[in-house]
Nanobody
Framework: QVQLVESGGGLVQAGDSLRLSCTGP????????AGWFRQPPGKEREFVAA????????TVADSVEGRFTISRDNAKNTVYLQMNSLKPEDTAVYFC????????????????????WGQGTQVTVSS
């Protein structure tokens, strides 16, 4: 059973920053493409950002372009989501996702492309 564990959520004010972390299985995480999704209250889960297994390629949603950055440190088996200039509409439960891939450069933007998910971490942005 592959476990992904998110951390770093919390309650912040508009304009603040947060960094989410997602730790995956040691020894194999470098073979995982990874991504972040979020589910706002009363809405469906949506794509936020994705990163290739090498970390060389990233993709972010238009709604967070220029504010959120995804990165990874394979030596620490961890993927990060740096969130700057947070807005109330960023309020959501944020989920980390991962799946093994043979491609070093592919990013995955659809939820159904991922086999493994974390439990989610709440991010609340007050106005």
């Amino acid at each position: 059973q592959v476990q992904l564990v998110e951390s770093g959520g919390g309650l912040v004010q508009a304009g603040d920053s947060l960094r989410l972390s997602c730790t995956g299985p040691g020894g194999t995480f470098s073979s995982f493409a990874a991504g972040w999704f979020r589910q706002p209250p009363g809405k469906e889960r949506e794509f936020v950002a994705a990163i290739s297994r090498s970390g060389a390629r990233t993709t972010v949603a238009d709604s967070v372009e220029g504010r959120f950055t995804i990165s990874r440190d394979n030596a620490k088996n961890t993927v990060y989501l740096q969130m700057n200039s947070l807005k109330p509409e960023d309020t959501a439960v944020y989920f980390c996702a991962g799946d093994e891939t043979w491609s070093r450069s592919a990013t995955r933007t659809r939820a159904d492309e991922y086999a493994y998910w974390g439990q989610g971490t709440q991010v609340t942005v007050s106005s």
